[in-house]
Nanobody, 122 residues
Framework: QGQLLESGGRFVQAGESLRLSCTSS????????VGWFRQVPGKEREYVAA????????YYADFVQGRFTISRTDANNTVHLQMDSLTVDDTAAYYC???????????????WGPGTQVTVSS
């Protein structure tokens, strides 16, 4: 069983940027679509962005509105989420996972990692 590990989250001011990273130990992202999700206490985890297995397809939730960019580097088994123009509504714990893609759905496949906390202050 591999383990996912997210990093890069921290406290920032509204309007600032963050770059989140996701690595997988023991399991390769190669050939897998990978997505980012986020969750706030008391709410369900929601999809944020996904990259197709070859990196050519990139998909975003409507609320992203051009502010985030997902990318992947299979050579070092890493997926990034560049987040710009952050707002207080982006405050959440962010998680990555391999995903199954179909019919507009992004279904997580592996066991979740610990996530990384992003807190945006006004």
């Amino acid at each position: 069983q591999g383990q996912l590990l997210e990093s890069g989250g921290r406290f920032v001011q509204a309007g600032e940027s963050l770059r989140l990273s996701c690595t997988s130990s023991g399991r390769s992202f190669s050939g897998q679509a990978v997505g980012w999700f986020r969750q706030v206490p008391g709410k369900e985890r929601e999809y944020v962005a996904a990259t197709a297995w070859d990196g050519r397809g990139r998909y975003y939730a409507d609320f992203v509105q051009g502010r985030f960019t997902i990318s992947r580097t299979d050579a070092n088994n890493t997926v990034h989420l560049q987040m710009d123009s952050l707002t207080v509504d982006d405050t959440a714990a962010y998680y990555c996972n391999a995903v199954l893609m179909g019919s507009g759905q992004f279904v997580p496949r592996w066991q979740w990692g610990p996530g990384t906390q992003v807190t945006v202050s006004s």
